[in-house]
C-alpha cells in the first residue's frame, strides 16, 4: 500500500509517479547497489519497474514510499515497512537509496518521518531489518539510528563463490498505545 505523503524539513515520503521510473530502473539494475540490499540486479526496464511497484502498492501488509527532496521533488530513493503485523506491533525495514544521495543525512531524515508515522499511524513498538555482516557503513548507520544486533544468520546470503552473514537489528519505536482489537 501507499500511504499518505510524509513531509520533513528536507525530505518527503510519498507515493511514486511515473516520473520516478527512470530513476527506480537504474537503481533496480544497479548490480553493486542491489548487492548491498541483498536483492539480485538484473535489467529492470522501466515496465518491469512499474509491474514492481504496482505489486508492491497491492500488498496490505507493506508500505512503500519514495523519499524525495523537499527542495524539487526529486526522488532520491525509497523506503518500505514490510511484513507490518498490526496486532504483534512490527514489520521489516527496507531502504534504498541512490549512491550520490547516500551521506547527506538524507536516510536519516527519512527514517525519522518513517518511524513516527509507523508509531503513530498503525502502532507498531518495533522495526527489524537484515544487513548484510560485511556492510560496515549501513550496520554503523542503524548504530547510529537506535538499531541493535539481536542475532546473526551464519552464511545466509550468497554472492558469486561465497556465503556471507547477515545481521539481524532492531529498533524499538516510542511507547506505541495498545491498541483494541475488534472482533471478527
Given at each position: 500500500?501507499?500511504?499518505?505523503?510524509?513531509?520533513?524539513?528536507?525530505?518527503?515520503?510519498?507515493?511514486?509517479?511515473?516520473?520516478?521510473?527512470?530513476?527506480?530502473?537504474?537503481?533496480?539494475?544497479?548490480?553493486?547497489?542491489?548487492?548491498?540490499?541483498?536483492?539480485?540486479?538484473?535489467?529492470?526496464?522501466?515496465?518491469?519497474?512499474?509491474?514492481?511497484?504496482?505489486?508492491?502498492?497491492?500488498?496490505?501488509?507493506?508500505?512503500?514510499?519514495?523519499?524525495?527532496?523537499?527542495?524539487?521533488?526529486?526522488?532520491?530513493?525509497?523506503?518500505?515497512?514490510?511484513?507490518?503485523?498490526?496486532?504483534?506491533?512490527?514489520?521489516e525495514l527496507g531502504i534504498c537509496l541512490s549512491p550520490l544521495a547516500q551521506g547527506h543525512g538524507i536516510a536519516t531524515a527519512a527514517l525519522d518521518l518513517l518511524h513516527t508515522h509507523l508509531g503513530d499511524q498503525y502502532g507498531l513498538r518495533k522495526i527489524g531489518l537484515r544487513v548484510r555482516a560485511d556492510n560496515a557503513r549501513a550496520i554503523a548507520f542503524y548504530r547510529r539510528e537506535g538499531y541493535l544486533e539481536v542475532g546473526r544468520l551464519a552464511g545466509h546470503y550468497r554472492e558469486r563463490d561465497a556465503y556471507i552473514d547477515i545481521i539481524l537489528m532492531e529498533r524499538l519505536l516510542r511507547r506505541a498505545a495498545i491498541r483494541p482489537i475488534s472482533p471478527t
Open positions: 500500500m501507499i500511504g499518505p505523503a510524509l513531509e520533513g524539513v528536507t525530505v518527503r515520503l510519498r507515493g511514486w509517479r511515473e516520473a520516478d521510473l527512470p530513476v527506480l530502473s537504474i537503481l533496480r539494475s544497479d548490480v553493486d547497489l542491489q548487492a548491498k540490499l541483498m536483492a539480485r540486479a538484473r535489467p529492470n526496464p522501466i515496465e518491469r519497474v512499474r509491474e514492481w511497484l504496482v505489486e508492491r502498492a497491492a500488498q496490505p501488509d507493506l508500505l512503500l514510499y519514495v523519499i524525495a527532496s523537499r527542495a524539487d521533488d526529486s526522488m532520491l530513493g525509497y523506503v518500505q515497512a514490510a511484513a507490518m503485523d498490526v496486532f504483534q506491533g512490527h514489520c
